[in-house]
């Protein structure tokens, strides 16, 4: 198949819906700002518009489409269209706006935003308009389980496509369906998630946030996406009770969904503790903070207490990809900077909200590597990798292995073009780790208290690339630079 035989038409009819959709959730901020009286309500409703516009053309495209599902690398191509399009015009209330200098800024927070990355051009986050805060950490929400899943009612049109467009947001967990049917599951990932974020709310301000706060925090939580509404991040709130609060939803953010729905909804806890990647996640997130507590403990003046939140709050903010700050990070001893790099390589689970390479993947790497050794030792031995019982198709190592060296690989190079803009090493490596893998905050120039603004627009083009590319998990994005894709 050829490009010019793409199915087109339903191509665009399907951006004309998620573009049309993304205009109506700009109303939300637009509707506060006029309610509240705050500023930025003509650039609300100025992208409002544009979008709504821009949805319209491409449905009048679409409206003669082929009756006929998507075939898959078509849906590969939607998938890749769906973000770079939401990313770019869900940019527009930040340009309209006088807080952003140029459209790179607008377009570097909007991939940010909705690819729940949460690295920031602005230095004063406390200076932004009630509206903007209230776009910025939405766009984590909708992004965080996917706005491939706000479509539900388009996905059974897309046949195959459909299906593409599943795995390419759960890719990590696209062999266990909790459902046979993708829209049922797909609807009961939302009712759980609307159901934490609600519960994070009543909660937050039960602690002493006000309404505004606590629902622009639920929303950059259970998304893991990181944006606030202070600059210093969750430590402005200087509250230790809303510190736990969100810890225990930034971990719960970073645990497949399909195992919260064993648990919630099936009632089947039992079988979310014998989850093999559940309990990897559960103790690498104690063993961590346990080392970083402990060291914090008898090199700073925090009490005991002090020193457990703060390890404990860092951890589960990095590991689950959220990236809230309570503490500079970039000013701990190297040991304690190293972890933190681990853990952002590492993630969440996969099927959450979280990014990195996902905790089961790590572990599928340790348990190759130990099969590998096996065979050198034992040449004429047959070994196999078991997960939770079942034997693991040669086929997923391979494609594990190819996962892991393409994010090395965009690893390698955007290092490279972000460092020829002048950037220190440290800053560029760290900072293409935390885009790339969807984290915020690195190291360097790039760390949790500083912010992605005095880059050059160039290495924020390249940054907004690795933001997609890993949230996309590499190979989606990846595979439309290849003449492959586009042969017959």
């Known amino acids: 198949m050829t490009a010019n035989l793409m199915n087109y038409r339903t191509i665009s009819w399907v951006l004309g819906s998620f573009l049309a959709a993304l205009g109506g959730s700009m109303l939300v901020p637009y509707v506060y700002s006029v309610v509240t009286d705050h500023h930025d309500q003509t650039a609300m409703l100025l992208a409002s518009l544009v979008s709504a516009a821009a949805a319209v053309i491409l449905l009048l495209i679409g409206r003669k489409r082929e009756r006929r599902d998507l075939l898959h690398r078509e849906g590969i191509l939607l998938v890749s269209l769906i973000w770079l399009v939401i990313c770019v015009f869900g ?11 140029s459209f ?40 965080g389980m996917g706005i491939v899943l706000l479509g539900v009612a388009i996905l059974p049109l897309l046949g195959q496509g459909g299906n593409a467009l599943y795995r390419a947001e759960f890719s990590g967990a696209a062999s266990e369906r909790m459902r046979p049917r993708i829209v049922e599951s797909a609807r009961a990932l939302w009712r759980l998630y609307v ?15 006000d309404l505004f706060d606590a629902v622009c925090h639920a929303f950059s939580t259970l998304g893991t996406g990181g944006f606030s509404t202070r600059t210093a991040s969750i430590a402005g709130f200087n509250s230790p009770l809303i510190e736990y609060i969100v810890i225990v939803f930034m971990f719960l953010a970073g645990v497949s969904f399909i195992q919260h729905y064993r648990f919630w909804i099936e009632h089947k806890p039992g079988s979310v503790f014998r989850d093999y990647e559940f309990r990897a996640y559960f103790v690498l997130t104690l063993v961590v903070a346990g080392i970083i507590a402990v060291s914090l403990g008898g090199s700073t003046p925090l009490t005991i207490e002090q020193s457990i939140r703060t390890a404990l709050f860092q951890v589960v903010s990095i590991l689950s ?24 390589f590492t993630g969440g ?11 089961a993947r790590v572990m599928l790497m340790l348990h190759v590597v130990k099969r590998d050794f096996r065979r050198l030792a034992e040449p004429q031995g047959v070994f196999r ?19 892991v060296f393409l994010a090395l690989m965009v690893l390698l ?76």
Request: charge should be negative; hydrophobic fraction near 50%; charged fraction near 10%.
């Open 385 to 403: 990798i078991r997960v939770s019982g079942d034997v693991l198709p040669e086929l997923a190592v391979t494609g594990l292995l190819n996962l």
């Open 91 to 101: 940019a527009l209330p930040f340009h309209f706006s006088a807080s952003y200098p």
């Open 349 to 359: 689970c996969t099927g959450s909200t979280a990014g990195g390479l996902k905790v």
């Open 195 to 209: 159901i934490f974020t609600l519960a994070e709310i009543v909660l937050l301000m039960l602690a002493g946030m």
């Open 321 to 344: 990809t959220t990236g809230f700050v309570t503490a500079d990070y970039g000013l701990w001893p190297p040991l304690l900077q190293l972890l933190i790099v681990v853990l952002m």
């Open 104 to 143: 790179t800024d607008a377009l570097f927070e909007s991939t940010s935003g909705f690819t729940t990355t949460g690295a920031t051009v602005i230095a004063d986050i406390d200076g932004l308009s009630r509206p903007l805060h209230l776009w910025r950490c939405f766009s984590h929400w909708l992004g």
């Open 413 to 488: 190079l955007a290092s490279l073009l972000v460092s020829a803009t002048g950037v220190d090493i440290v800053s560029s490596v760290t900072s293409v780790i935390a885009c790339q893998f969807n984290i915020g905050p690195g190291l360097g120039a790039v760390g949790p208290m500083s912010n992605y603004g005095e880059l050059a627009p160039f290495a924020k083009w390249v940054l907004s690339f690795c933001m997609i590319a890993g949230r996309l998990e590499f190979y989606t994005v990846l595979i439309l630079l290849t003449g492959v894709f586009w042969s017959r």
